[in-house]
């Protein structure tokens, strides 16, 4: 003969906390002994904690399950459980990893070699795009040229071809000036003279050359993170600190994680005040850095070593105006597609080992368990299907 199926008390079943506890139920009191026996069906308290947990869920921890009694019990003042159905869909499984929201890029602007006194600078915070003043030295403003190699000589009709005379014909072009030049490494005359215009719009003399300290060369658009130059001091060392103006989420991924930040990964970022963001990973470093200890000799611990990671995110605006802020980032570690799943709550453990799921009509179901992922468990087992009804208590 088969044994019924019997939920039991305060049974816990493997795998990490994932969400608060619940506040258990108070047993029921005991009836007077003129009193007919009430079974009622009194649920389970239990302690769940994190959404996330490996495939097999096997990780130390748990979830604390107690169930129904057939001990007397008063009548409730109202019902204690509620239903909830199961579901076909997709768990994804995640390992969270502390970042930094910032900007892409650091650069460093040093004084051009010929000197001068320092006469403006730009504001900390300020964004300074192509053509535009970046600081200036003996009231000449220095502008701002897109490129990927700065300019290294002076330039001129005659000189030797050279990507850095590609870089100021394209961004003479940009500016609107020599709308017929070629987008090649030849310094020709007709390149000196749409030179000669650009410094007339300067109010520069019309000399026709580029020298290295007539423009600044950045990658792209920058914004100015710090300001070392004094004005009125001197042009010598560095003048500015830059960064890109793309906003990225830069993480130090353990090198035994590495493996979850694979380039185009999609990523959830999680903001300070509990907001959240969509991004991909858009770049992964190649060379491991270690941290340094906190011994007296600091040496470093490679077994803390990390790789840098970057994050591009999909909406930047939904970051608003946050800074250098403390954020987290979700990676993916394991998915699980087209399952049937549960909330955590729904879980019965039972007296005979197991778990279960109760109908509403008080029918327990034998459940194999899988994953753990976004407060959710993958059930499988005999009669289970989408779309039935299964208790989980009332909060």
Same mark, same amino acid.
């Given at each position: 003969?088969?044994?019924?199926?019997?939920?039991? *008390?305060?049974?816990?079943?493997? !795998?990490?906390?994932?969400?608060?506890?619940?506040?258990?139920?108070?047993?029921?009191p005991?009836?007077a002994d003129?009193?007919?026996?009430?079974?009622?069906?009194?649920?389970?308290?239990?302690?769940?904690?994190?959404?996330?947990?490996?495939?097999?869920?096997?990780?130390?921890?748990?979830?604390?399950?107690?169930?129904?009694?057939d001990?007397p019990a008063?009548?409730?003042?109202?019902?204690?459980?509620g239903t909830?159905p199961?579901v076909?869909?997709?768990?994804?499984?995640?390992?969270?990893v502390?970042g930094?929201? +910032?900007?892409? +890029?650091?650069?460093t &602007?040093?004084?051009?070699?010929?000197?001068?006194?320092?006469?403006?600078?730009?504001?900390?915070?300020?964004?300074?795009?192509?053509g535009?003043?970046?600081?200036? &030295?003996?009231?000449?403003?220095v502008p701002?040229f897109?490129?990927?190699?700065?300019?290294y000589?002076?330039l001129?009709? !005659?000189?030797?071809?050279?990507?850095?005379?590609?870089v100021?014909k *394209?961004?003479?072009?940009a500016? +609107?000036?020599?709308g017929?030049l070629?987008d090649?490494?030849?310094? $020709?005359? !007709?390149?000196a003279?749409?030179v000669?215009?650009?410094?007339e719009?300067?109010?520069r003399?019309?000399?026709?050359?580029v020298?290295p300290?007539d423009?600044? #060369?950045?990658?792209?658009?920058?914004?100015? $993170?710090?300001?070392?130059?004094?004005?009125?001091?001197?042009?010598?060392?560095p003048?500015?600190k830059l960064?890109?103006?793309? *906003?990225? &989420?830069?993480?130090?991924m353990p090198?035994?994680?590495?493996?979850?930040? +694979?380039?185009?990964?999609?990523? *959830?970022v999680?903001?300070?005040?509990?907001?959240?963001?969509?991004?991909?990973v858009?770049?992964?470093g190649?060379?491991?850095?270690?941290?340094?200890?906190?011994?007296?000799?600091?040496?470093?611990?490679?077994?803390d070593?990390t790789v840098?990671v970057?994050?591009t995110?999909?909406?930047?605006?939904?970051?608003?105006?946050?800074?250098g802020?403390?954020?987290q980032?979700?990676?993916?570690?394991?998915?699980?597609?087209?399952?049937?799943?549960?909330?955590?709550?729904?879980?019965?453990?039972?007296?005979?080992g !197991?778990?279960?799921?109760?109908t509403?009509?008080?029918r327990?179901i034998?459940?194999?368990?899988?994953?753990?992922?976004?407060?959710r468990?993958?059930?499988?087992?005999?009669?289970?299907r989408?779309?039935?009804?299964v208790? #989980?208590?009332?909060a």
């Open positions: 003969m088969t044994e019924p199926l019997t939920p039991a *008390r305060g049974t816990a079943f493997p !795998g990490p906390a994932l969400e608060p506890a619940l506040e258990p139920v108070d047993p029921a005991e009836p003129h009193e007919e026996p009430v079974r009622g069906r009194g649920r389970r308290s239990l302690l769940i904690g994190t959404a996330v947990v490996v495939l097999g869920a096997v990780a130390a921890g748990g979830v604390v399950l107690s169930t129904r009694t001990a008063a009548p409730a003042a109202g019902p204690r459980t909830t199961v076909r869909t997709d768990l994804v499984q995640s390992e969270r502390d930094t929201l +910032g900007y892409a +890029g650091d650069y &602007v040093t004084a051009p070699r010929d000197g001068g006194i320092v006469t403006w600078l730009p504001d900390v915070g300020a964004t300074i795009a192509r535009q003043r970046a600081y200036a &030295v003996d009231g000449v403003a701002l897109h490129g990927s190699i700065p300019l000589r002076t001129e009709e !005659g000189v030797d071809d050279g990507p850095d005379v590609r100021v *394209r961004n003479l072009k500016l +609107g000036y020599g017929l070629a090649d490494d030849r310094f $020709t005359s !007709g390149t003279e749409a000669r215009d650009w410094q719009d300067l109010g003399e019309r000399t026709g050359k020298a300290g423009v600044l #060369v950045e990658p792209g658009s920058v914004r100015v $993170t710090e300001i070392p130059g004094i004005i009125g001091a001197p042009a010598e060392g003048l500015l960064s890109g103006t793309r *906003r990225v &989420v830069t993480v130090d090198v035994g994680r590495q493996q979850l930040a +694979g380039n185009g990964a999609a990523v *959830r999680r903001l300070p005040g509990g907001r959240t963001t969509d991004g991909k858009s770049r992964v190649t060379v491991a850095r270690s941290a340094p200890s906190a011994g007296p000799d600091r040496q470093t611990s490679a077994a070593a840098p970057e994050v995110l999909s909406k930047p605006a939904e970051v608003g105006a946050l800074d802020a403390p954020v980032v979700d990676f993916t570690s394991g998915r699980r597609e087209d399952v049937l799943a549960v909330p955590v709550p729904a879980l019965l453990a039972l007296a005979e !197991g778990y279960a799921v109760e509403p009509e008080g327990l034998p459940v194999t368990l899988g994953v753990f992922a976004q407060g468990v993958e059930i499988s087992g005999a009669g289970l989408a779309g039935m009804k208790e #989980v208590p009332l």
